[in-house]
């Protein structure tokens, strides 16, 4: 199989010159230039142009994904190592992930292992990646491993895509909604206001509201724009202290619905993580070490740090969750850790409360449409009965 190869290279008197050439391996690119007395500077492959385009298509989360599942075929087909990545590594649908997948390669054919040649590559391949490739290759089940990442892969994907899509909807009435509040206050009610002001007399309550939020729009634009931008500068700032994002991250599991769905995604996250992990024959107190950077709260994650300091000393891991996860999943967990079976417990706990979070989600979305539409068409109400009351007024006036 041909590969692409770019180089660069010295000629005998000093000049640098640079191409591409079509070569079964690395050494024959590198026999082939010293036969045309050239000095090799450096020769590395190249990704096709197609492969170029197909990078900035993909995402880098979505190539990894595309990238593991591949490699999982190849090696499930009984692929050797260095060809899957040589394949995969031309196929790789992210410039900057054909560029990691190239280092990797370099670094196993150097004699390193794949979890060690992985680990060089954190943008692209977390410690949980890592960890799974390592305990496949000492266990003998590489494919098998691959096969459970790129499946965990393309179901965080399925999951992040729903809950984009769901919000979608929501998030582009919320935008016309502001939008046209904004243009009625900013351009429409000034004007009428002029009208009104030019013939005098007393105006409804309604009106005087609804004039007031139009000047403080228009004439106040300006501690709009200040407290803006204080928000802007102050918020990131105030979360960049570890304390308040940790007191954050705890206030935001209390609020209704929007808690309880958060601790079901950590830990929906946090055990498909674990079991993954145990299935692949790693050791429980690592496993959940590995397993806690899955959860993206803080809270989550300080819980999780407890509970792996009450496992050393040689507690049960359900006991030691305890507060942190919800009742149900101790309760699996604890089973799973009396019948032998916690790995498949774990995965179970996942399914679980991942379908719990979908449906919430849909509830959510559901109930969340008609609760916009109702208030979009409440404010529209309310700027339209204040112009026809104060043109009623205006009408009585005249006669």
Not at 63 to 88: E, Q
Not at 238 to 248: D, I
Not at 369 to 374: D, G
């Amino acid at each position: 199989m041909s590969v692409r190869f770019r180089y660069r290279a010295a000629t005998p008197d000093g000049h640098v010159v640079e191409g591409v050439v079509q070569a079964p391996s690395r050494q024959t690119v590198l026999a082939e230039l010293r036969r045309q007395h050239l000095y090799p500077v450096t020769v590395d492959e190249a990704a096709s142009r197609s492969v170029a385009r197909a990078g900035r298509r993909l995402g880098r989360r979505a190539a990894v994904a595309l990238w593991t599942r591949n490699a999982a075929t190849l090696l499930g087909a009984g692929v050797p190592l260095d060809r899957a990545l040589a394949f995969t590594l031309q196929h790789a649908t992210h410039d900057g992930l054909a560029e990691a997948v190239r280092q990797v390669r370099r670094a196993v054919q150097g004699g390193a292992t794949l979890a060690d040649a992985l680990a060089l590559e954190p943008r692209y391949f977390d410690p949980l990646f890592v960890a799974m490739v390592a305990a496949g290759e000492s266990g003998g089940a590489l494919e098998v491993v691959f096969e459970r990442l790129s499946e965990q892969l393309e179901e965080g994907a399925e999951l992040r895509s729903q809950v984009r899509s769901a919000l979608l909807y929501p998030a582009l009435m919320a935008v016309v909604a502001c939008v046209g509040v904004g243009v009625l206050l900013g351009f429409v009610i000034p004007r009428f206001a002029g009208i009104l002001a030019d013939v005098g007399g007393t105006l409804p309550l309604s009106t005087r509201l609804l004039v007031g939020a139009s000047g403080l729009l228009t004439k106040g634009w300006w501690v709009w724009l200040l407290l803006g931008a204080a928000a802007v500068y102050a918020v990131p700032a105030a979360l960049a202290r570890p304390e308040t994002r940790r007191r954050w991250h705890a206030a935001r599991l209390a609020w209704p619905w929007v808690g309880d769905t958060e601790l079901k995604y950590a830990t929906a996250r946090l055990t498909r993580t674990l079991g993954l992990l145990l299935k692949s024959g790693v050791p429980a107190l690592p496993a959940l070490k590995i397993a806690r950077a899955s959860a993206t709260n803080l809270a989550v994650r300080e819980g999780v740090d407890r509970a792996a300091a009450a496992l050393a000393e040689g507690s049960a891991l359900a006991p030691a969750l305890a507060g942190t996860l919800p009742p149900l999943a101790l309760q699996m967990i604890a089973v799973g850790e009396e019948s032998g079976r916690l790995d498949e417990l774990c995965l179970r706990v996942a399914d679980t409360y991942d379908a719990e979070v979908r449906r919430a989600l849909r509830t959510g979305v559901t109930l969340l449409e008609p609760a916009l539409i109702l208030l979009f068409g409440a404010l529209v109400g309310f700027v339209a009965l204040a112009m026809l009351q104060a043109i009623y007024g205006i009408n009585l006036k005249a006669f």
